[in-house]
């Protein structure tokens, strides 16, 4: 009877779960589809081997509000959801995690951060620019020392009075290169620890900021990675985001939101090399069938997609978490730690699926494979998820 009296009244309050996706969201991502195949797939091979930084792309992608997605239209901004950002960073990370990997710094981690954080002032003269792409912004608070611990801070910003000094290096900095504003996390104080920390915004064209060379990596080769000098770059008070003190917590709170862009990003790939994977296996023929008739490879492709299935619901699950105002500091872990594995899995099978054509440049999809492993890597490591995952259950 008690539950019959339950399931009553969740009729009358109209009561539904509904996995699929609004007719606004399938038009988000039918045209994220199609910029993908028609405007990124062309070169995406070519630019990969030269390390070539998609700089057309990304000022189309601007002017369709993909750098703006989640902002504010008062701001320039798309005024989309969380669910839309990560339909848009999936359908382009099908195609180039590189692409995407700008799109998803520029959203989730700088204007996130200025739209949420920043003062007005900053937001009318930094924000409006990086939501319509006239800019783009770039996120700093890795260094040679401090990568997964981002407490140990040796960039300073000493206070002057009437401006801060900031001198140190920041290291893995995507959009190191491209950027026009850098939101830099430095120490204040060293004796207050993480409570000294704070958030600068600083300008490229400022005396004593240097970008350093571009980094040679295994995968998103087109995105530009650097290391970033600053030698006594003056920072005037009002580019400090947020109280004296706030920067460790904003760049804590910044991430969360930044691991539902790279979980995307990872489901992205993960479902792009399955669905080449997939289509190869269909005109591929040996022993005089195409291989997806054989059983070893229609299980492999069984596996790829419950894989990604579930590492779709996580990443949803975050990004409407995140819509309906709930923290999602744990769920947004658990998502990309489950969808950088997955897409690690899956493109290292869609090697294999592909077998020799699976090992040249041409098939896409040793690319994808090189891409995935660093969706295990930034924005926290799989290991610093498990922190965050493994607090999370143990604060209650």
């Given at each position: 009877m008690v539950l019959k009296t339950i399931f009553a009244i969740s009729k009358k309050q109209n009561y539904t779960m509904d996995f699929n996706l609004s007719e606004e969201h399938l038009m988000i991502r039918d045209a994220a589809r199609d910029f993908a195949r028609t405007e990124l797939l062309p070169g995406v091979i070519e630019r990969d081997?030269?390390?070539?930084?998609?700089?057309?792309?990304?000022?189309?992608?601007?002017?369709?509000?993909?750098?703006?997605?989640?902002?504010?239209?008062?701001?320039?901004?798309?005024?989309?959801?969380?669910?839309?950002?990560?339909?848009?960073?999936?359908?382009?990370?099908?195609?180039?995690?590189?692409?995407?990997?700008?799109?998803?710094?520029?959203?989730?981690?700088?204007?996130?951060?200025?739209?949420?954080?920043?003062?007005?002032?900053?937001?009318?003269?930094?924000?409006?620019?990086l939501a319509t792409g006239q800019s783009i912004g770039a996120f700093c608070l890795s260094e040679p020392e401090a990568g997964s611990d981002a407490t140990s801070q040796r960039t300073t910003a000493i206070d002057?009075?009437?401006?801060?000094?900031?001198?140190?290096?920041?290291?893995?900095?995507?959009?190191?290169?491209?950027?026009?504003?850098?939101?830099?996390?430095?120490?204040?104080?060293?004796?207050?620890?993480?409570?000294?920390?704070?958030?600068?915004?600083?300008?490229?064209?400022w005396e004593g900021f240097e970008v350093g060379p571009k980094e040679d990596k295994l995968g998103i080769r087109g995105s530009d990675t650097h290391t970033l000098n600053f030698n006594d770059v003056?920072?005037?008070?009002?580019?400090?985001?947020?109280?004296?003190?706030?920067?460790?917590?904003?760049?804590?709170?910044?991430?969360?939101?930044?691991?539902?862009?790279?979980?995307?990003?990872?489901?992205?790939?993960?479902?792009?090399?399955?669905?080449?994977?997939?289509?190869?296996?269909?005109?591929?023929?040996?022993?005089?069938?195409?291989?997806?008739?054989?059983?070893?490879?229609?299980?492999?492709?069984?596996?790829?997609?419950?894989?990604?299935?579930?590492?779709?619901?996580?990443?949803m699950k975050s990004a409407w978490e995140k819509d309906?105002?709930?923290?999602?500091?744990?769920?947004?872990?658990m998502a990309k730690l489950k969808a950088s594995k997955v897409a690690m899995d899956v493109t290292v099978e869609a090697v294999q699926v592909h077998g020799g054509n699976g090992f040249v440049k041409e098939y896409h999809v040793e690319r994808m494979m090189r891409d995935a492993k660093i969706t295990q890597i930034y924005e926290g490591t799989s290991e610093v998820q498990k922190i965050?995952?493994?607090?999370?259950?143990?604060?209650?």
């Open positions: 081997n030269k390390q070539e930084f998609p700089a057309e792309q990304v000022k189309k992608m601007g002017e369709l509000g993909f750098l703006g997605l989640m902002v504010d239209p008062k701001y320039g901004g798309s005024g989309m959801d969380a669910i839309s950002y990560v339909i848009v960073m999936e359908e382009l990370s099908k195609v180039d995690a590189s692409a995407s990997v700008i799109v998803s710094v520029n959203n989730s981690l700088v204007c996130y951060g200025l739209e949420t954080y920043g003062s007005e002032a900053q937001k009318q003269k930094y924000l409006t620019k002057m009075g009437d401006h801060y000094l900031l001198n140190g290096t920041k290291n893995w900095i995507t959009n190191g290169g491209s950027a026009d504003f850098y939101l830099v996390i430095a120490q204040t104080d060293k004796e207050k620890g993480h409570k000294g920390i704070n958030a600068f915004i600083v300008e490229k064209t003056k920072i005037p008070k009002e580019n400090r985001i947020g109280e004296d003190g706030f920067g460790f917590k904003f760049a804590m709170k910044t991430l969360s939101g930044g691991r539902i862009g790279i979980a995307a990003q990872a489901l992205g790939i993960a479902q792009g090399a399955y669905e080449m994977a997939r289509d190869y296996s269909k005109i591929r023929k040996a022993f005089g069938t195409e291989i997806c008739n054989h059983q070893a490879i229609a299980f492999k492709l069984a596996d790829m997609h419950l894989e990604i299935e579930a590492a779709r619901h996580l990443v309906n105002g709930i923290n999602y500091d744990m769920s947004s872990a965050v995952i493994s607090r999370g259950l143990l604060r209650d």
